[in-house]
């Protein structure tokens, strides 16, 4: 059984938060750098973002390389994310965006503080949460071929939310009922990262369907 010495230095948080928020801070330097990327270069920046969580997967339990790839993923996906973020300024509007901001700030908080202080083991969910990770990913490529009604655009987009509220639970439950070391901070910051943007476009993809209602 650990000790309450060890159950603290299992659990890190001060420097989990400290690294969430420095890596919050470098995808806002690339969202505002985005702005200046040519369209030629959005398709490689993207598979390079999807190269670097495979790299961060494979080498996540080196702690010095865990952070630089950490940030160099987070500043790819900043870079990303700007075409997304401006399509959605134009169609709905600056403040229709920092709403839905708004929103998911408040959604993934309140899951991750449910999560944490519930103590309720939400790890049950993960075959599903993969599973329904595929479907997504399956229906974004349908889409391409085959354009979606705004009734089945509606129900993926509601079903994109509920999937990335769940991941939020999952994480959050592992975190607080299993630990984590130091050496996991770089994958979990961006696990998390991932949950919450996720979830952000989902939100606004929910928006824009509304929109043209």
């Known amino acids: 059984m650990l000790s309450s010495t060890s159950h603290v230095e299992h659990r890190p948080y001060a420097k989990l938060f400290a690294a969430f928020f420095a ?17 030629a270069l959005r398709l490689p920046l993207i ?8 790299a961060m ?8 390389v865990g952070y630089g790839m950490m940030f160099a993923f987070m500043l790819v ?8 973020i401006a399509h959605y300024v134009s169609v709905l509007g600056a403040d229709a ?30 075959n599903f949460l993969f599973v329904s990770i595929l479907v997504l990913i399956g229906m974004g490529l349908l889409s391409i071929f085959i354009p979606f009604s705004s009734s089945t655009a509606m ?14 639970l999952y994480d959050f439950s592992r975190l607080t009922l ?7 901070i770089p994958m979990i910051v961006v696990s998390v990262y991932l949950d919450f943007v996720n979830l952000f476009i989902y939100i606004l993809q929910f928006m824009g369907i509304l929109s043209k209602d």
């Open 97 to 126: 965006v920092l709403r839905a901001v708004g929103i998911s700030a408040f959604a993934f908080g309140g899951t991750a503080i449910f999560a944490m202080v519930s103590k309720r083991d939400f790890t049950f969910l993960g």
């Open 23 to 39: 890596g919050l801070l470098v995808a806002a330097a690339g969202l505002y750098a985005g702005q200046y990327v040519p369209p």
């Open 155 to 168: 129900v993926v987009s509601l079903f994109g939310i509920l999937v990335f509220v769940g991941y939020t």
């Open 178 to 184: 299993y630990g984590f070391t130091e050496k996991d």
């Open 57 to 64: 997967v494979i080498v996540r339990r080196r702690k010095a």
């Open 47 to 54: 598979i390079c973002e999807i190269l670097l969580i495979i």
């Open 77 to 84: 996906s900043g870079l990303t994310l700007y075409p997304v």
